[in-house]
């Protein structure tokens, strides 16, 4: 029987349980059998990470490694936790609170990036693991020297990683995204054609954002768009004069 999820959260720290030990020595550690599950996912996605594949992939049964992982839903959070504990805090390059809310929203841009599951994995228990609590003790820190109650600067980073996490969904990989300039150039005046009179104001407004992204919809000019307004709401709750851009 695995440990309980938070014991397995906190595997490495000295207080924690050890798991028993009777029996021989097991083939593969907790630790691996995460290293194993990420990069299975990094390569094929969440779909593919299945008890039953991973176990295969380790060379142990399934029931061996439900010793190490207790379930897949326990698996996920486990390897959410662990690429945030990998992922590093460097240290704060401003003293201006905008400028390093900033930051914490790229670097989230670039932990979706590497690791595009994460994005599929909404168990709140990742808040109990280690490698969460140390990123979400620095990303609190980016507020140092605002007015922020320990309640709204909880709320704060909240709304800086929701938007965030909802602009690395858009820019997860499509397909079809390379293509998408040589499709704009080709059908938008069949397109128009298809459009006569109809919806004025979304072809006026559509045209011109197409001509100045050369595409129908550009998720980094969305993202940046939308992370200074994150930060011009935040301005209007903490004060200050907002600087000039």
Avoid at 115 to 139: E, N
Avoid at 155 to 166: G, S
Avoid at 223 to 230: D, I, P, Q
């Amino acid at each position: 029987m695995a440990r309980d999820l938070i014991d397995l959260l906190w595997r490495d720290h000295p207080g924690a349980p050890s798991g028993g030990s009777r029996g021989p020595r097991a083939k593969v550690t907790t630790s691996q059998a995460v290293d194993a599950a990420i990069t299975l996912a990094d390569a094929e996605g969440p779909d593919a990470v299945t008890v039953r594949r991973l176990a295969g992939d380790l060379g142990v049964s399934a029931m061996a490694l439900y010793t190490h992982v207790g379930s897949r839903d326990d698996l996920l959070v486990l390897m959410a936790d662990t690429v945030r504990a990998r992922s590093g805090r460097p240290p704060y390059v401003s003293d201006d609170w905008r400028d390093r809310v900033r930051q914490v929203a790229d670097e989230e841009t670039a932990l979706h990036a590497a690791h595009w599951w994460l994005l599929d994995v909404t168990d709140q228990r990742t808040s109990f693991g280690p490698g969460t609590i140390a990123t979400y003790d620095r990303q609190l820190h980016a507020f140092d020297g605002t007015p922020l109650t320990d309640v709204d600067r909880d709320a704060a980073l909240t709304f800086v990683l929701d938007f965030a996490r909802a602009a690395a969904r858009a820019r997860r990989p499509d397909p079809h995204a390379a293509d998408m300039a040589e499709v704009w150039a080709s059908w938008q005046r069949r397109l128009a054609g298809y459009l006569g009179d109809e919806h004025p104001l979304a072809q006026r407004v559509g045209a011109a954002a197409g001509a100045a992204m050369n595409t129908p919809y550009s998720p980094d000019a969305a993202r940046a768009f939308g992370l200074e307004r994150v930060l011009d709401a935040l301005q209007s709750l903490i004060g200050g004069v907002t600087p000039p851009r």
